[in-house]
């Protein structure tokens, strides 16, 4: 080992006593990192989790015309004969107006073909019971958990929707009696907004409360395992008709992806600030070093060590103290995301705020997805920044004459 | 009044130094320390070089180290001109101070001179158990600086200074911080250890007596080296 490197060391973690300036500037490292790793994991998790919801409720591409397909059972073959496609399924959604005792909630009234939902999305891991998908048929619904317990209804109980068409209706002063219900089974996915406000019946039955006659809205179409669904896309588009469109679900949602992307990515600068502000915290006591070691600087030039590599001496300490702090800082962020929920509920339930917590945070857990490119940048970051904040005082120590450190006070 | 002293060892010539000068601005006054000094010692020969206070003496011997570079004048480290890079090969130096470095141990600094040329080996390693246990430290080779005693840290730097087997020995007031008792036996280590290596030692010191055991003793006044 290079002299300058083994005094480095030494310096840092000195035999004997505890390295308390080594462990405060480490620490100062760590929790910038431990930040940076936790407050990204949560952000990517929310896209992660955004993104399951999506693609397990509504596969990965969705198959729309301006208006409505026309003739689905055509487009549907197609989409079905394309290569990469696993499977497909029709739907037509819609806001609706739903009663129960006198309660009105306005969700969203999703149809879906029950022979083939299961094909495209996990709908069943959602639904209780299990059965209810099955068992749905064109007088029963499956209601979101937070929409049945806001309007009082429970599994068996009957409720009246009123379509869009009412209006149209009135209009002509005809009519129109709401459509009544049974509700077979209630759907928990664990986003508020889907949770709150979601209604699944047949496709027959959107249908004929959209008055769409044979038309649907689209039709959402799930891609083999380890097909490029951007791929699948670009094939679709170039076979199906002109006014036909396939979009991946991140098109789908790419204003909202890039709103969460630029809310990570201010997440992530602002709070690399406090690995600068850490960085500081080395440089100010690695200069501290300098002086208090000034008369050791000039015994190193009498041995014989070359100014650079002084600096170099003082250069890794400071690197030292980054890839310790972002080590212990990587093990810190991990384990607190580890006991995130613990943490977020004990808090929630200490302030006796848990369901507050699942109105405004969507999720009724807190997610964490640590992307293996957010965890590099954190940790080259890290220590980059970490070392560069060793360079002025390697410049100073560099700079010192051997007779005058020898001779300083 | 330049001084050509005689040589008294038959050995190569270790250091040799021609017409040195060396001034400092002071203020804006310009003071002439060393006005021309000539000086040539040789391998295993012991010098000492007293005078008053501020008279340059440790001037001389950074200026001897290549520490520092003279105004004007030659020096030579056995003949071949000096230069930072044969430093720590070619010589060591003891301070009054001591210097060690206070995170390592006894034995840990005596080997940085050696880290300072090369990653230390086994021989490195032993050379530096010998040195250790030759100034009487074998027993205290793993404390650190803060639990030795003023002689016994200024061991510690004396088998530093020879662990490279250096030519040349600079020691500036070693028994400058020492009591009388341990600073003769500091002064007793230096010549016997460089006499039996052949290394030539230049001895700044204040004191007659230990000036008295060298092989020569020089002067310098006035920025000129004179017999003693």
Same mark, same amino acid.
């Not at chain 1, 006591?285 to 100014?307: D, N």
């Not at chain 1, 990587?330 to 004990?346: E, M, S």
């Not at chain 2, 090369?118 to 639990?147: M, N, S, W, Y």
């Given at each position: 080992m290079p002299w300058y490197l083994y005094l480095a060391c030494k310096q840092l973690f000195p035999s004997g006593r505890f390295p308390f300036f080594t462990a405060i500037s480490v620490l100062g490292v760590t929790l910038g990192v431990a930040v940076l790793i936790i407050v990204s994991s949560v952000m990517g998790g929310f896209g992660y989790e955004i993104r399951k919801m999506i693609v397990e409720t509504e596969g990965e591409i969705d198959v729309k015309a301006q208006s409505s397909l026309r003739d689905p059972a055509a487009v549907l073959a197609q989409v079905n004969a394309a290569p990469g496609v696993a499977a497909a399924t !029709?739907?037509?959604?819609?806001?609706?107006?739903?009663?129960?005792?006198?309660? !009105?909630?306005?969700? &969203?009234?999703?149809? =879906?073909?029950?022979?083939?939902?299961?094909?495209?999305?996990?709908?069943?891991?959602?639904?209780?019971?299990?059965?209810? &998908?099955?068992?749905?048929?064109?007088?029963?619904? &499956?209601?979101?958990?937070?929409?049945?317990?806001?309007?009082?209804?429970?599994?068996?109980?009957? &409720?009246?929707?009123?379509?869009?068409? @009412?209006?149209?209706?009135?209009?002509?002063?005809?009519?129109?009696?709401?459509?009544?219900?049974?509700?077979?089974?209630?759907?928990? =996915?664990?986003?508020?907004? @889907?949770?709150?406000?979601?209604?699944?019946?047949?496709?027959?039955?959107?249908?004929?409360?959209?008055?769409?006659?044979?038309?649907?809205?689209? =039709?959402?179409?799930?891609?083999? !395992?380890?097909?490029?669904?951007?791929?699948?896309?670009?094939?679709?588009?170039?076979? @199906? !008709?002109?006014?036909?469109?396939?979009?991946?679900?991140?098109?789908?949602?790419?204003?909202f992806l890039w709103v969460l992307q630029l809310e990570k990515s201010i997440n992530f600068f602002l709070l690399l600030f406090i690995v600068i502000i850490a960085a500081f915290s080395v440089m100010s006591s690695l200069l501290i070093s300098v002086v208090r070691k000034t008369r050791e600087i000039g015994l190193l030039g009498a041995l014989g060590a070359r100014p650079c590599d002084v600096a170099l001496c003082f250069c890794a300490q400071a690197f030292i103290i980054g890839v310790a702090g972002t080590a212990i800082g990587v093990g810190l962020g991990f384990g607190v995301l580890a006991i995130r929920n613990d943490l977020v509920h004990g808090i929630a339930r200490l302030m006796q705020r848990e369901d507050t917590l699942r109105q405004f945070y969507q999720f009724s857990d807190l997610p964490a997805h640590t992307l293996m490119s957010d965890l590099v940048l954190t940790v080259v970051a890290a220590i980059f920044v970490s070392t560069l904040a060793g360079l002025l005082p390697a410049w100073r120590a560099a700079r010192l004459k051997p007779v005058e450190a020898l001779r300083s006070e | 009044m330049s001084n050509a002293s005689p040589l008294i060892s038959n050995g190569p010539v270790a250091l040799e130094a021609s017409g040195i000068r060396k001034s400092y601005l002071s203020g804006d006054r310009r003071i002439e320390v060393l006005r021309g000094v000539d000086v040539a010692i040789r391998a295993g020969e012991s010098v000492s070089i007293?005078?008053?206070?501020?008279?340059?003496?440790?001037?001389?011997?950074?200026?001897?180290?290549?520490?520092?570079?003279?105004?004007?004048?030659?020096?030579?480290?056995?003949?071949?001109?000096?230069?930072?890079?044969?430093?720590?090969?070619?010589?060591?130096?003891?301070?009054?101070?001591?210097?060690?470095?206070?995170?390592?141990?006894?034995?840990?600094?005596?080997?940085?001179?050696?880290?300072?040329?090369?990653?230390?080996?086994?021989?490195?390693?032993?050379?530096?158990?010998?040195?250790?246990?030759?100034?009487?430290?074998?027993?205290?080779?793993?404390?650190?600086?803060?639990?030795?005693?003023?002689?016994?840290?200024?061991?510690?730097?004396?088998?530093?200074?020879?662990?490279?087997?250096?030519?040349?020995?600079?020691?500036?007031?070693?028994?400058?911080?020492?009591?009388?008792?341990?600073?003769?036996?500091?002064?007793?280590?230096?010549?016997?250890?460089?006499?039996?290596?052949?290394?030539?030692?230049?001895?700044?010191?204040?004191?007659?007596?230990?000036?008295?055991?060298?092989?020569?003793?020089?002067?310098?006044?006035?920025?000129?080296?004179?017999?003693?």
């Amino acid at each position: 080992m290079p002299w300058y490197l083994y005094l480095a060391c030494k310096q840092l973690f000195p035999s004997g006593r505890f390295p308390f300036f080594t462990a405060i500037s480490v620490l100062g490292v760590t929790l910038g990192v431990a930040v940076l790793i936790i407050v990204s994991s949560v952000m990517g998790g929310f896209g992660y989790e955004i993104r399951k919801m999506i693609v397990e409720t509504e596969g990965e591409i969705d198959v729309k015309a301006q208006s409505s397909l026309r003739d689905p059972a055509a487009v549907l073959a197609q989409v079905n004969a394309a290569p990469g496609v696993a499977a497909a399924t !029709p739907y037509a959604k819609g806001v609706v107006a739903a009663m129960a005792g006198g309660r !009105p909630a306005y969700p &969203i009234f999703r149809g =879906i073909e029950v022979a083939t939902v299961e094909a495209v999305a996990n709908l069943g891991r959602f639904v209780n019971p299990r059965t209810a &998908i099955t068992d749905l048929d064109d007088d029963s619904v &499956i209601m979101s958990s937070q929409l049945a317990n806001s309007l009082g209804v429970r599994v068996g109980d009957k &409720i009246e929707i009123y379509s869009p068409l @009412l209006i149209e209706k009135l209009k002509n002063d005809e009519v129109f009696l709401p459509r009544e219900f049974r509700v077979v089974g209630d759907l928990y =996915i664990g986003h508020q907004q @889907l949770d709150s406000s979601t209604i699944y019946g047949t496709l027959r039955a959107a249908q004929e409360l959209y008055g769409l006659g044979r038309s649907v809205h689209g =039709i959402y179409v799930r891609v083999k !395992p380890g097909v490029n669904e951007h791929a699948v896309v670009a094939q679709l588009n170039a076979t @199906l !008709p002109a006014s036909v469109r396939a979009v991946s679900w991140m098109e789908s949602w790419a204003d909202f992806l890039w709103v969460l992307q630029l809310e990570k990515s201010i997440n992530f600068f602002l709070l690399l600030f406090i690995v600068i502000i850490a960085a500081f915290s080395v440089m100010s006591s690695l200069l501290i070093s300098v002086v208090r070691k000034t008369r050791e600087i000039g015994l190193l030039g009498a041995l014989g060590a070359r100014p650079c590599d002084v600096a170099l001496c003082f250069c890794a300490q400071a690197f030292i103290i980054g890839v310790a702090g972002t080590a212990i800082g990587v093990g810190l962020g991990f384990g607190v995301l580890a006991i995130r929920n613990d943490l977020v509920h004990g808090i929630a339930r200490l302030m006796q705020r848990e369901d507050t917590l699942r109105q405004f945070y969507q999720f009724s857990d807190l997610p964490a997805h640590t992307l293996m490119s957010d965890l590099v940048l954190t940790v080259v970051a890290a220590i980059f920044v970490s070392t560069l904040a060793g360079l002025l005082p390697a410049w100073r120590a560099a700079r010192l004459k051997p007779v005058e450190a020898l001779r300083s006070e | 009044m330049s001084n050509a002293s005689p040589l008294i060892s038959n050995g190569p010539v270790a250091l040799e130094a021609s017409g040195i000068r060396k001034s400092y601005l002071s203020g804006d006054r310009r003071i002439e320390v060393l006005r021309g000094v000539d000086v040539a010692i040789r391998a295993g020969e012991s010098v000492s070089i007293r005078g008053e206070s501020g008279s340059g003496k440790s001037t001389l011997l950074n200026l001897l180290a290549g520490l520092d570079a003279p105004d004007a004048g030659a020096l030579a480290w056995a003949g071949e001109p000096a230069h930072a890079k044969r430093r720590a090969l070619f010589l060591g130096m003891v301070f009054q101070s001591f210097y060690l470095i206070p995170e390592i141990d006894a034995l840990a600094n005596v080997l940085m001179a050696a880290r300072m040329v090369r990653a230390p080996g086994v021989a490195e390693r032993a050379r530096a158990k010998e040195l250790i246990a030759r100034v009487g430290l074998a027993e205290r080779a793993t404390h650190l600086p803060a639990q030795l005693s003023g002689g016994e840290r200024q061991r510690v730097a004396v088998a530093r200074a020879l662990m490279n087997s250096p030519k040349l020995l600079l020691a500036d007031e070693p028994t400058g911080n020492l009591d009388e008792h341990t600073g003769d036996a500091v002064i007793e280590l230096l010549l016997s250890l460089c006499r039996e290596t052949q290394t030539a030692l230049v001895l700044v010191t204040h004191n007659a007596v230990y000036a008295q055991k060298t092989n020569r003793q020089l002067f310098l006044r006035e920025g000129m080296l004179s017999h003693g």
